[in-house]
Structure formats: structure tokens, C-alpha cells
């Protein structure tokens, strides 16, 4: 995960009356700039299309929607595939979104971000997808600053109409003087999770990773600091409800991921797992909290058990790498039953008693049956990052690529099919 900037921007050292805390030799040759990619909005809108199947380069997500499997590639657009035979997916059509990040379906519409902006679209007839509705400047997006850049160049910046999208690098001479610069000038702020389309209003599922989730009406959406709800009630005519902020979010990690069970909603942070209370769909209330040192972790539940990947290391934190299995039997108390140690997982699934992670060593299939004693029966080397495991069959993501499995005896998966991009 790259790393996100919070309210600030630290380029180098603070001046204290203006004099360098380098030494002169330090100011001397170059050094890599971050330039911000600037766009305006008026483009970003006019670029959504819908066109035939085509490949991609860009890395992404995964979702389901019963006979329909999504990929999200990021900030490129939608692929389609019809997946009634997972043994055999169709391409079939490509939503152009060059600001998609995370997608939900419910019924025949799909809900989709494009930067700032909450894009719908009718896909009744796959065939013939419509973009029916944006609800322009309610999405939270910040572009993601690059860590390898050293110093960020001011003198680029967006105009009232524009956005910054991106950074590319650029090699400058070395400023002698060090600079504090405020946050809005690297990023941008605007704005406040099995089944496929069909007209009874079915949601389909995504991965670990997701950051949308629909409950009922509602719609959210989570960004590093807040939960935005969406009043789906209408889908021809959705609104943005309101942002919330939980008192016990402040001073917290950044929240990462979203995962629904029944009435309550679980955020994975980087400092834990927050659970939150959505049986009144549009005033979500925090309920409670586990948490840990700093790292990267997305959460999935089944019935009174969460399952967390902890990945810590470069921009994730100095935990150490490992998965948690955590008791929520009592909501309000959620307690750690077990800590797996496990090299760089990512993300995971549950299906019936068999949990499923993404990690270096490729995809882990453990006995997940005693809680206390997370057991490894199978390993599969294949380079995947998040799962969805369906009733009939387990959908895997990686680099620009999508494996479905069968499942077998004895905790086994058989590959069905491999889509490369």
C-alpha cells in the first residue's frame, strides 16, 4: 500500500528563520520531485464510455454479482465477464472510468467512484450499459504521494476545476531551503460487499479489499478517516447522505477496508478492526474495537468470528506479519482467540470452516475449524493478493490476473479457469 498523506506534508525539515538545516554540500546536485498530474473534472466526466471487451495493464479488484464477475482495474475502468461457466469467462464489455477505485451492485444498477465523483450505471442489459446518474463531489479521494519521491513541487497545482490525480517524477536541482507546505496542496479532497443484476435487488459480493458495501438503501463508502452514506433508495435518483465521524476514529489509524455481516460493519485499519452498528442503515454507530500496532489489514467475518491479515513492514508498520483470529461473541468486547505468524499476507476469505489467505508463498488453505489452532493442509503457489469464496467455487485476484478454483476433498482447489491480462 502506498503511502497516504494525513494532514500535512513534511518535505524535508522545518526552517527555523528561514536558514537550510542541511549544510551547503547537502544543497548541492539534484534530487527526484514528485509534479503533480493535474485533470480537469469537465474531462474526467466527459472520458466515461462503455466499449467492447478489451485487455489491461492496470492492476485491480475483484466482484461478483451471480453470473457476472467485475474486475476494477484501478483507475482504468470496469471489465465484465460473464462467468456462468467459470471454467470458460467471456470478455464482454468495458466501462472507460479512469477514477474507479471500488464498485457494489444491487439489482440492475452498478454504483461505481470516479475520483470524487459517485458514478451509476444501468447494466439490466449487459449488452447495452448506461450511465444513469453522477452524484459529482462527494467521493474522498487523495492521490497517493509517492515514497520515493524526496522533495514535492508546489509550483504545480490544480484550479478550482481540477484535481490532482497523480504525481510522475522529475529530476530538479536540490533546494537549498526546506519547506513545510500545507496539505491541500498535494492532494485533493472533495465530498463529504453474490449475486449478479437482476430486477429483486440482489447485492453481489466483492473482495477483502473492498471499500464499498450496500446495506438495504444505504450505501457506504470508507476512506481513511470517514464513512460516507449514500441513500440508494432510489437508484435513479441516489444522494449523499452524510459523512460520518466516530469520536473513537480520531487519532486512530487510517481505515482501509469494509466488510458487512448482518446488521454491523466491519472496518479494517491500520490499527485494528473498528465494528460498527448499521441496523439503522443510515446512522451507523461505533460498537467497538480491536486493535494493534500499525500495519496493513483487511477483515472478514463468519458468524461470531473475524479473521485479520496483519502485514506490517515499509509503509504498513513494524508489526509483525501475521493473521488474527478474534471472538465477537460479545459484540462490544471483541477478543483475540489465536495469532498466526505468516509471511506478507494480504487478502483472505471464510467459507464454512476453511480460510483462505493470500500471502508470499502464494495462496494458504487452513483448517480454520479450532479458532485456537489455525492448521495449513494445502499451499498453491499461484501469485494471487485477495480471494472471494463463492458457494460453487473460489474466485482469486493477482498482477493482472484472475483464477478460479473448484473446490476439492481434503482442502484442495482445482483450477477451472485462468484469465491473464
Known amino acids: 500500500m502506498k503511502k497516504r498523506l494525513s494532514f500535512i506534508i513534511i518535505l524535508s525539515c522545518i526552517v527555523v528563520n528561514f536558514t537550510s538545516c542541511s549544510s551547503d554540500d547537502d544543497a548541492n546536485g539534484t534530487a527526484v520531485f514528485a509534479v503533480p498530474i493535474v485533470k480537469s473534472l469537465a474531462k474526467i466526466r466527459s472520458d466515461i464510455s462503455v466499449t467492447a471487451a478489451r485487455q489491461t495493464n492496470s492492476d485491480g479488484k475483484i466482484y461478483v454479482a451471480e453470473n457476472y464477475l467485475f474486475y476494477i482495474a484501478q483507475e482504468s ?18 466501462i472507460n472510468l479512469s477514477g474507479v477505485h471500488d464498485i457494489a ?21 449487459i449488452d447495452n450499459i448506461e450511465l444513469v446518474q453522477t452524484i459529482e463531489n462527494t467521493i474522498v479521494f487523495y492521490a497517493a504521494f509517492p515514497n520515493e519521491a524526496e522533495f514535492y513541487d508546489y509550483t504545480v497545482g490544480p484550479n478550482t476545476d481540477e484535481i490532482i490525480i497523480g504525481y510522475r517524477f522529475e529530476t530538479k536541482s536540490r533546494p537549498r531551503e526546506q519547506l513545510l507546505l500545507a ?8 465530498g463529504g460487499g453474490s449475486n449478479s443484476p437482476n430486477s429483486n435487488g440482489s447485492v453481489g459480493t466483492g473482495g477483502s479489499y473492498a471499500r464499498f458495501q450496500i446495506n438495504d438503501n444505504a450505501l457506504y463508502t470508507v476512506d481513511m478517516y470517514q464513512l460516507s452514506v449514500f441513500n440508494i433508495s432510489n437508484p435513479l435518483q441516489p444522494f449523499f447522505d452524510k459523512a460520518v465521524f466516530m469520536n473513537e476514529w480520531f487519532f486512530g489509524g487510517q481505515l482501509e477496508t469494509l466488510f458487512k455481516q448482518k446488521d454491523y ?20 454507530v461505533f460498537v467497538s474495537g480491536f486493535s494493534h500496532a500499525t500495519a496493513c489489514d483487511p477483515v472478514v467475518v463468519r458468524g461470531n468470528t473475524a479473521y485479520i491479515t496483519i502485514r506490517g513492514g515499509s509503509t504498513c508498520g513494524a508489526i509483525e506479519d501475521q493473521v488474527n483470529v478474534i471472538d465477537i461473541t460479545t459484540i462490544t468486547n471483541p477478543t483475540l482467540i489465536s495469532t498466526t ?25 487452513f483448517d480454520a475449524s479450532d479458532g485456537t489452532n489455525l492448521v495449513v493442509q494445502n499451499t498453491y503457489s ?16 493477482g498482477s493482472n490476473t484472475i483464477i478460479q478454483y473448484s473446490y476439492g476433498s481434503d482442502f484442495t482447489l482445482l483450477p477451472l479457469s485462468v484469465v491473464n491480462f
Open 77 to 94: 475502468g470496469i471489465h465484465i465477464f460473464d462467468n456462468q461457466n467459470p471454467s470458460a469467462p467471456q470478455n464482454t464489455a468495458f
Open 105 to 125: 451492485v444491487k439489482g440492475n444498477y452498478l454504483y461505481a467512484d470516479n475520483f470524487v465523483d459517485l458514478v451509476v450505471f444501468d447494466i439490466s442489459d
Open 183 to 190: 496539505y491541500d496542496l498535494a492532494t485533493n479532497e472533495v
Open 265 to 284: 460493519l466491519f472496518v479494517g485499519a491500520t490499527n485494528g478492526m473498528q465494528i460498527v452498528d448499521a441496523s439503522d442503515e443510515f446512522n451507523p
Open 341 to 365: 505468524l505468516l509471511n506478507q499476507p494480504r487478502g483472505l476469505g471464510i467459507k464454512e470452516n476453511i480460510l483462505y489467505v493470500c500471502c508470499a508463498e502464494g495462496l494458504k488453505v
Open 382 to 397: 499461484d501469485d494471487v493478493t485477495d480471494v472471494i469464496p463463492l458457494a460453487t467455487h473460489l474466485i482469486a485476484v
